[in-house]
RNA sequence: GCCGGGGUGGCGGAACUGGUAGACGCGCUGGAUUCAGGAUCCAGUGGGAGAUAAUCCCGUGCGGGUUCAAAUCCCGCCCCCGGCACCA
């Protein structure tokens, strides 16, 4: 016996594969379509766990959709432009183009040797001109609908990297890349409008709800974050305008007894430069910007200082002072607010500290509300106290009544707010996608000619020593002509973040080779994607921006539809337990001794074993995935992923658990070396299987279950887990039957060839490349990767007998196995008959029996 | 604090619409094979009482409830994980 050697059998499958382009697709509209989709990861160098199952788990839906008869189209590229490609050049002086390209080249042949299921021939990076000049164009049509533009507007920048980063990319208030205390700094940017589809934004989640996780649209609505309220003017006599707050609450509008305004108020500023106090303003203005991560973390105190100002109450007229407060956001509503400390904590604690009057206006129904007693502020719901005509309303309808009369008295009206802010896309960064803009002395901004893209990103630039980027400095870039009047003119040297490359790629995948962006007959084909799958920390960014552009891109009309991803499996992460020395820190798994103890110079100390953590190499608890699939090979690795947790859950790797995955693949192929050469020529039609009797039609009815159940786990759950189960205890039943079944019988021969294609038929997606190495050695010339699913016969499932679950009481007594479809008499008559049945029958009266058929029986007795 | 998801053997996890809790895998124990180890195979494996038997009791975070029957449904509570959090 030679024995399962899984790399030689996986290095000829995937040649094979590769040389007869079994997953090449075309659009075929005559068969139905599947676009199942993973998110394409950044070339980092290396292909890490998290990626093998994301990938694992997509490649297995491929598979088993291609076996249902569907055109699959399932693609892989890479998200090649970003900081880390900089870091690198660098550090170690290689171009960020070419240290991109060789990753990709090493990460390719990694996935090639997890034999996934790709259409190679539509790969592309996203750093290549020939993608990104139609992120340009769509730039510039933005532009030329006001859905891209430029503002001044405060951003994280990181004075040692020298540039803008994204919230995402700032932790704690310091720079994720060298730890430098990040700044919010006044610049000027690219934006884009994605406020102007915060509502379709919010209501299309409907249209995703049962198909995406519940956990993501949460999270998206409350990102979007819409509240419904008013803007309220109040009039400043002193100056001669209206101050517009935004409000929730105007049902409290009674209990204003100031107003606030944010530091980067204009009239904030306005009126300190009117009472000579500017200083004291921009000192303070500065001090919050310096606090601003302090300020949205919560733990600021209130700070702030009085205006000299009033303002008018527009019911009362009363006079109501001005303040500017640290706690007051300029990018959200209108910059600035009214106080109600009595039904605001945050006005209340900034009322208290500055003795500032606090007045009720809303009654609860339990009690009643003295501002001398409040120790915080009651912001829920009641009735409406002091409030003129509006006294004795409930909340609700006094907002409602209030927002009335303001509108009927033209002081304010009804607005809706949202927590989104526009998209700022600028990057101070060289590898990225170039903006499209030019900066003419004459036209100002003006969008590059759509015949003059793409605009590519120089490559013969060198990254300076700071990190900073090259783009400015580049004379041939930099200097141009405009292309409106022909005069000099500058390029814009910011680059796109790169979330604007994952936005729209999912459809370029659909023709990535079309001259034009898309090429209807595909994107109408396949759009949208059935299938995606990728990591919980998309969960708002990415999958916002995609949902985004793909908006945008109809109203653009290039893109027919509403939503990107119709279905979308968010993928647990890849955890590892973790060993800690006191004295060492983290430390390898080799390092710890049998004993627990730990070995790294000879320490000794007491290791600690930590709770299984996401894959880092920080916490030395990484598993490379080259060398599992060098030891075990890959289906093995796909086997134990697919196996070892449900799809959403996190997946504990153990180094046993895939030495079980391992033996089962051995189980198999030595199961099948046993039998091949027997089975090799025997031919069989299903009927001839029909009239089979005693063990040979208990393995085929379990053949059968086992298809049924693989079939429903695969396809319909996506719940891999419990279907690789039902395989494995399908050979594990195999395997006792056939200590018992004569295989030198024709008939038999013949049900063990059924039994073994159909195994391998279930097994394939999973495993394709065992699965396809013993298929052909069953004696089959056509791919297993092109099969289709096996079927199953309905009848044949049915068991002649079952065991009859014999409840006292609701409690299990006894069981009897007695015919399929036995009634209730017949089974109650077989059951009183019963030792243990009349023991507890004896002296009692039966005062209910309840009989669920093809279950148990349940008797009742007092 | 708010929102979402969870709590089931020594571990990962099954149990789909209430109907034998613990499938499958790991680990562990015993046995076979082996000079030995590994690999492989066989048997056992929720806890407790009992003699290793028959048998019985207890068991799905905790406390109640509905039901002939609850991991599953209802009410109250505890704990864990994730997200959001001065957004007016």
Redesign the pocket.
Known sequence: MKGYNPSAIEEKWQKIWEEKKVFKVKSDPSKPKYYVLEMFPYPSGRIHMGHVRNYTLGDIIARVKRMKGYNVLHPMGWDAFGLPAENAALKQGIHPAKWTYSNIDYMRNQLKKLGFSYDWDREFATCDPEYYKFEQRFFIEMFERGLAYRKKTLVNWCESCQTVLANEQVEDGKCWRCGEEVQMREMEGWFLKITAYAEELLSDLEKLRGHW???VL??QK??I?K?E?AEIDFYIPELDKNLTI????PDTLFGVTFLSL?PEHPLALEIAEKKGFKEKLLEFRERVRRERKK????????EGFFLETYAVHPFTKEEIPLYTA??????????A??CVPAH???DF?FAKKFGLPIKVVIQPKNKELKPEEMEEAYEAPGIMVNSQEFTGLESEEGKKRVIDKLESLGLGKRKI?Y?LRDWGVSRQRYWGCPIPIVYCEKCGIVPEKKENLPIKLPLDAQIDSKGRSPLPHLKEFVETFCPKCGGKARRETDTFDTFVESSWYFARFTCPDYPEPFNPEDTEYWLPVDQYIGG?EH??LHLLYARFFTKVLRDLGYLKLDEPFSNLLTQGMVIKETYRCPKHGWIYPEEVSPEGTCLRDHCGEKVIIGKPEKMSKSKCNVVDPDVMIKKYGADTVRLFIA????PE????W?D??I??????L??IYNLFEEYVEILKKINYKEEELKNLSGKALKLRRKLHQMVK?VH?DFEERF?F??G??AI??FV?YL??SLKELDSSEEINQKLLKEVFEKLLLCLSPVCPHICEELWERLGKNTFISEASFPTWEEDLLKEETF?L?V?I?????D?IEVPSGISKEDALSLVRGLP?VQKYLEGKTIR?V?F?PE??V?I?VS
């Open positions: 996780p519940e956990k949460v999270m409350n990102w974050g509240s309220g935004f409000t929730t609450r944010s300020i949205e973390e919560g733990v600021a105190e209130k640290n706690f007051v956001l300029m990018e959200y509503g209108t910059g607010i009214m605001d904590q945050r604690e707010t927590r919980i969960a708002i196996f070892a947790a449900p859950k996190d997946l504990e153990s046993h658990g030495e079980g995955a391992y033996r089962f051995k189980r159940k429903q719940h887990n419990t690789i189960a494995m205890e594990n395997q006792d065991i679950v409840q009481n609701g409690k299990v007594r069981q243990k209910n309840i669920i279950k148990l349940n009742v």
